[in-house]
């Protein structure tokens, strides 16, 4: 957990000051701290997807679940999903060889297909799907997950939607001042490790100068600057 005050005193008092940046409300403070999250959350996604590895950052948003497999070979997918990791099942069938009436069980994993390889895969006398011959897809399909073969129900492993987190206060008009109010906060649900980055984050997005690294290179390409506060 990361407390959304230690963010907002360091960010917002702190660097602010040293950044001549001004002072931002808890109102803004928390539209880019929602941004921050989605930012930091898709460069941690992107890295996933170019080395298969699932950083320390991501692993406490990993959950395993069985869901159903719609008629249509669409996945139900939860309420909390995010992005996909793998989709597989314990698969069982007959052989049809009377000298091993045993039937064949494996675990299959379903090899994900990108949009243009679906066709051709699901055509291809060699490649299409067979469980017999362990061949099984899924893809993207209609904002959901769909595979063939068809099954009743799957093992889904994905992504987590992280929580919506909160920095709340309380206004004195007398001093026209925010004070925290840490019984309608909600803190951030990411590891403690992930601390500095969000204050990275939230540094740029405030116009304060910070040290430039893969993921500032990432948050600029993707337009992540101050003026999206507004």
């Not at 992107?46 to 719609?70: G, N």
């Not at 109010?181 to 984050?201: G, H, I, M, R």
Request: proline letters at 4%; glycine letters at 4%.
């Amino acid at each position: 957990m990361i407390s959304v005050d230690f963010l907002y005193r360091r960010v917002n008092l702190d660097l602010a000051r040293l950044g001549k940046s001004g002072y931002t409300s808890g109102e803004e403070f928390n539209r880019a701290l929602s941004s921050a999250r989605v930012t930091l959350y898709n460069y941690y996604h992107k890295l996933f997807e170019e080395t298969k590895h699932i950083s320390e950052a991501l692993a406490p948003f990993v959950k395993d679940l069985t869901v159903s497999v719609l008629p249509n070979g669409l996945l139900v997918l939860p309420d909390d999903y995010r992005n996909r990791i793998s989709v597989a099942a314990n698969v069982a069938f007959n052989t049809g060889c009377k000298d091993d009436p045993e039937p064949d069980t494996h675990y299959q994993v379903f090899e994900y297909l990108k949009s243009h390889e679906v066709d051709q895969n699901l055509s291809s006398p060699i490649r299409k799907p067979d469980l017999r011959r362990r061949k099984a897809y899924c893809w993207l399909s209609n904002e959901s997950i769909k595979i063939d073969p068809i099954l009743s129900k799957v093992n889904l492993r994905y992504f987590r939607e992280d929580a919506d987190a909160e920095w709340a206060s309380t206004f004195d008009p007398n001093t026209d001042e925010e004070t925290y109010d840490a019984t309608n906060s909600t803190d951030l649900d990411w590891p403690e490790q992930e601390k500095e980055n969000f204050v990275t984050l939230l540094s740029l997005y405030k116009g304060i100068a910070v040290r430039e690294n893969a993921l500032v290179q990432f948050a600029s390409s993707q337009g992540f600057v101050n003026q999206n506060i507004n």
